[in-house]
Antibody, heavy 118, light 107 residues
Framework: QVQLVESGGGVVQPGQSLRLSCAASGFTFSSYALHWVRQAPGKGLEWVAVISYDGTNKYYADSVKGRFTISRDNSRSTLFLQMNSLRPEDTAVYYC????????????WGQGTRVTVS | DIQMTQSPSSLSASVGDRVTITCRASQSIHTYLNWYQQKPGKAPKLLIYAASTLQSGVTLRFSGSGSWTDFTLTISSLQPEDFATYYCQQSYNTPYTFGQGTKLEIK
Protein backbone atom coordinates (compact mmCIF):
# COMPACT_ATOMS: atom_id res chain seq x y z
CA GLN A 1 0.00 0.00 0.00
CA VAL A 2 0.92 3.65 -0.20
CA GLN A 3 3.09 4.39 2.79
CA LEU A 4 6.16 5.98 4.29
CA VAL A 5 8.10 4.19 7.02
CA GLU A 6 10.77 5.99 9.05
CA SER A 7 13.62 4.32 10.88
CA GLY A 8 16.94 5.17 12.46
CA GLY A 9 15.86 7.03 15.58
CA GLY A 10 17.43 6.43 18.96
CA VAL A 11 19.19 7.93 21.94
CA VAL A 12 22.44 9.82 21.35
CA GLN A 13 24.62 12.20 23.30
CA PRO A 14 24.95 15.89 22.44
CA GLY A 15 27.38 16.44 19.59
CA GLN A 16 26.84 13.02 18.08
CA SER A 17 25.28 12.13 14.74
CA LEU A 18 22.32 10.10 13.57
CA ARG A 19 20.93 9.19 10.16
CA LEU A 20 17.22 8.78 9.66
CA SER A 21 15.67 6.89 6.77
CA CYS A 22 12.21 6.98 5.26
CA ALA A 23 11.26 4.11 2.97
CA ALA A 24 8.44 4.71 0.52
CA SER A 25 6.19 2.23 -1.20
CA GLY A 26 3.05 2.16 -3.29
CA PHE A 27 3.67 5.30 -5.33
CA THR A 28 6.17 6.75 -7.79
CA PHE A 29 8.73 8.03 -5.31
CA SER A 30 10.77 9.95 -7.87
CA SER A 31 7.80 12.18 -8.78
CA TYR A 32 7.43 13.83 -5.38
CA ALA A 33 9.25 16.31 -3.21
CA LEU A 34 9.61 15.13 0.36
CA HIS A 35 9.85 16.80 3.73
CA TRP A 36 11.02 16.13 7.27
CA VAL A 37 8.87 17.54 10.06
CA ARG A 38 9.58 17.14 13.75
CA GLN A 39 7.63 17.41 16.97
CA ALA A 40 9.34 17.92 20.31
CA PRO A 41 7.68 16.26 23.30
CA GLY A 42 4.41 18.00 24.10
CA LYS A 43 5.01 20.64 21.44
CA GLY A 44 3.71 21.54 18.01
CA LEU A 45 4.91 20.65 14.55
CA GLU A 46 8.11 22.14 13.16
CA TRP A 47 9.07 21.89 9.52
CA VAL A 48 12.71 20.81 9.16
CA ALA A 49 13.68 20.38 5.50
CA VAL A 50 12.48 19.66 1.98
CA ILE A 51 14.10 18.06 -1.04
CA SER A 52 12.82 18.30 -4.60
CA TYR A 53 11.70 15.25 -6.56
CA ASP A 54 15.10 14.90 -8.24
CA GLY A 55 17.24 15.94 -5.29
CA THR A 56 18.55 19.09 -6.89
CA ASN A 57 16.88 21.58 -4.57
CA LYS A 58 17.00 21.49 -0.78
CA TYR A 59 15.82 23.93 1.86
CA TYR A 60 16.22 23.88 5.62
CA ALA A 61 14.83 25.49 8.73
CA ASP A 62 17.29 27.92 10.27
CA SER A 63 17.35 25.78 13.42
CA VAL A 64 19.04 22.90 11.56
CA LYS A 65 20.86 24.64 8.71
CA GLY A 66 24.50 23.62 8.56
CA ARG A 67 23.95 20.60 10.83
CA PHE A 68 21.32 18.51 9.02
CA THR A 69 21.42 17.27 5.43
CA ILE A 70 18.44 15.94 3.53
CA SER A 71 19.03 13.54 0.66
CA ARG A 72 17.26 10.87 -1.33
CA ASP A 73 17.95 7.76 -3.34
CA ASN A 74 15.26 7.43 -5.99
CA SER A 75 16.55 4.02 -7.05
CA ARG A 76 15.77 2.74 -3.54
CA SER A 77 12.70 4.92 -2.90
CA THR A 78 14.29 6.17 0.27
CA LEU A 79 14.63 9.59 1.90
CA PHE A 80 17.35 10.39 4.40
CA LEU A 81 18.13 12.95 7.06
CA GLN A 82 21.73 13.11 8.23
CA MET A 83 21.81 14.86 11.58
CA ASN A 84 25.17 16.05 12.89
CA SER A 85 26.18 18.03 15.97
CA LEU A 86 22.95 17.05 17.68
CA ARG A 87 21.64 19.19 20.51
CA PRO A 88 19.16 18.45 23.29
CA GLU A 89 16.67 20.73 21.53
CA ASP A 90 16.69 18.35 18.55
CA THR A 91 14.90 15.79 20.71
CA ALA A 92 11.64 15.05 18.87
CA VAL A 93 9.64 12.61 16.84
CA TYR A 94 10.73 13.02 13.23
CA TYR A 95 8.21 12.48 10.46
CA CYS A 96 8.77 12.24 6.75
CA UNK A 97 5.97 13.56 4.58
CA UNK A 98 5.12 13.62 0.90
CA UNK A 99 4.56 16.90 -0.89
CA UNK A 100 1.31 16.95 -2.83
CA UNK A 101 3.01 19.06 -5.54
CA UNK A 102 0.47 21.64 -6.68
CA UNK A 103 -0.35 23.22 -3.34
CA UNK A 104 2.60 21.73 -1.46
CA UNK A 105 0.41 20.24 1.23
CA UNK A 106 1.70 17.16 3.03
CA UNK A 107 -0.68 14.45 1.94
CA UNK A 108 1.10 11.36 3.20
CA TRP A 109 3.01 10.97 6.47
CA GLY A 110 5.08 8.26 8.03
CA GLN A 111 4.47 7.04 11.57
CA GLY A 112 7.51 8.89 12.92
CA THR A 113 10.80 7.90 14.54
CA ARG A 114 11.89 9.18 17.94
CA VAL A 115 15.21 10.92 18.46
CA THR A 116 16.45 11.67 21.95
CA VAL A 117 19.57 13.76 22.52
CA SER A 118 20.67 13.44 26.11
CA ASP B 1 9.69 33.90 7.90
CA ILE B 2 5.90 33.79 7.80
CA GLN B 3 4.36 33.46 11.23
CA MET B 4 1.12 31.50 11.63
CA THR B 5 -1.10 32.30 14.59
CA GLN B 6 -4.00 30.06 15.51
CA SER B 7 -6.81 30.82 17.89
CA PRO B 8 -7.92 29.60 20.24
CA SER B 9 -5.05 27.47 21.57
CA SER B 10 -7.59 25.18 23.19
CA LEU B 11 -11.29 24.71 22.94
CA SER B 12 -13.86 22.69 24.87
CA ALA B 13 -16.95 21.64 22.99
CA SER B 14 -19.68 19.03 23.03
CA VAL B 15 -20.66 16.39 20.52
CA GLY B 16 -22.90 18.01 17.95
CA ASP B 17 -21.45 21.51 18.37
CA ARG B 18 -20.25 23.60 15.48
CA VAL B 19 -16.74 24.90 16.05
CA THR B 20 -14.46 27.29 14.23
CA ILE B 21 -10.70 27.62 14.47
CA THR B 22 -8.95 30.61 12.99
CA CYS B 23 -5.48 30.99 11.56
CA ARG B 24 -3.76 34.22 10.64
CA ALA B 25 -0.62 34.59 8.55
CA SER B 26 1.85 37.40 9.15
CA GLN B 27 1.82 38.19 5.41
CA SER B 28 -0.25 37.21 2.42
CA ILE B 29 -0.06 33.54 1.52
CA HIS B 30 -2.84 33.65 -1.08
CA THR B 31 -4.55 30.31 -0.48
CA TYR B 32 -1.45 28.24 0.30
CA LEU B 33 -2.97 27.17 3.58
CA ASN B 34 -3.41 23.63 4.82
CA TRP B 35 -5.13 22.12 7.85
CA TYR B 36 -4.05 18.96 9.66
CA GLN B 37 -5.57 16.87 12.42
CA GLN B 38 -3.36 15.05 14.89
CA LYS B 39 -4.41 12.54 17.51
CA PRO B 40 -2.15 11.57 20.43
CA GLY B 41 0.72 9.34 19.38
CA LYS B 42 -0.22 9.51 15.71
CA ALA B 43 1.08 11.29 12.66
CA PRO B 44 -0.77 14.35 11.41
CA LYS B 45 -3.46 13.83 8.79
CA LEU B 46 -4.18 16.28 5.99
CA LEU B 47 -7.76 17.56 6.14
CA ILE B 48 -7.87 20.57 3.84
CA TYR B 49 -5.45 22.06 1.35
CA ALA B 50 -5.50 25.23 -0.71
CA ALA B 51 -7.51 26.82 2.11
CA SER B 52 -10.81 25.21 1.18
CA THR B 53 -10.32 21.94 -0.72
CA LEU B 54 -11.25 18.84 1.23
CA GLN B 55 -8.67 16.08 1.04
CA SER B 56 -9.95 12.86 -0.46
CA GLY B 57 -11.61 10.66 2.12
CA VAL B 58 -12.14 13.40 4.69
CA THR B 59 -15.65 13.80 6.04
CA LEU B 60 -17.77 16.69 4.80
CA ARG B 61 -18.13 17.89 8.40
CA PHE B 62 -14.85 19.71 7.83
CA SER B 63 -14.67 22.85 5.76
CA GLY B 64 -12.15 25.59 5.25
CA SER B 65 -12.28 29.14 4.02
CA GLY B 66 -10.22 32.27 3.70
CA SER B 67 -7.50 33.85 1.63
CA TRP B 68 -4.54 36.19 1.86
CA THR B 69 -3.94 36.31 5.63
CA ASP B 70 -7.09 35.08 7.38
CA PHE B 71 -8.39 31.54 7.37
CA THR B 72 -10.86 29.37 9.22
CA LEU B 73 -11.48 25.69 9.79
CA THR B 74 -15.03 24.75 10.67
CA ILE B 75 -16.35 21.46 11.96
CA SER B 76 -20.08 21.45 11.39
CA SER B 77 -21.24 18.91 13.97
CA LEU B 78 -18.59 17.52 16.28
CA GLN B 79 -18.27 13.76 16.53
CA PRO B 80 -16.29 11.89 19.19
CA GLU B 81 -13.53 11.09 16.70
CA ASP B 82 -12.98 14.82 15.99
CA PHE B 83 -11.46 15.54 19.38
CA ALA B 84 -7.81 16.11 18.49
CA THR B 85 -5.27 18.85 17.88
CA TYR B 86 -5.55 20.89 14.70
CA TYR B 87 -2.73 22.71 12.94
CA CYS B 88 -2.72 25.19 10.12
CA GLN B 89 0.33 25.42 7.88
CA GLN B 90 1.41 27.77 5.14
CA SER B 91 2.98 26.28 2.03
CA TYR B 92 3.51 29.59 0.25
CA ASN B 93 7.25 29.60 0.83
CA THR B 94 9.94 28.05 2.96
CA PRO B 95 10.14 27.60 5.86
CA TYR B 96 6.70 25.98 5.71
CA THR B 97 5.56 27.16 9.10
CA PHE B 98 2.80 25.66 11.22
CA GLY B 99 0.48 27.34 13.65
CA GLN B 100 0.96 26.46 17.30
CA GLY B 101 -2.05 24.15 17.26
CA THR B 102 -5.57 24.12 18.67
CA LYS B 103 -6.43 21.35 21.08
CA LEU B 104 -10.10 20.44 20.82
CA GLU B 105 -11.36 18.75 23.96
CA ILE B 106 -14.64 17.25 25.03
CA LYS B 107 -16.72 19.45 27.33
Amino acid sequence: QVQLVESGGGVVQPGQSLRLSCAASGFTFSSYALHWVRQAPGKGLEWVAVISYDGTNKYYADSVKGRFTISRDNSRSTLFLQMNSLRPEDTAVYYCARDEVLWRSFDLWGQGTRVTVS
Amino acid sequence: DIQMTQSPSSLSASVGDRVTITCRASQSIHTYLNWYQQKPGKAPKLLIYAASTLQSGVTLRFSGSGSWTDFTLTISSLQPEDFATYYCQQSYNTPYTFGQGTKLEIK
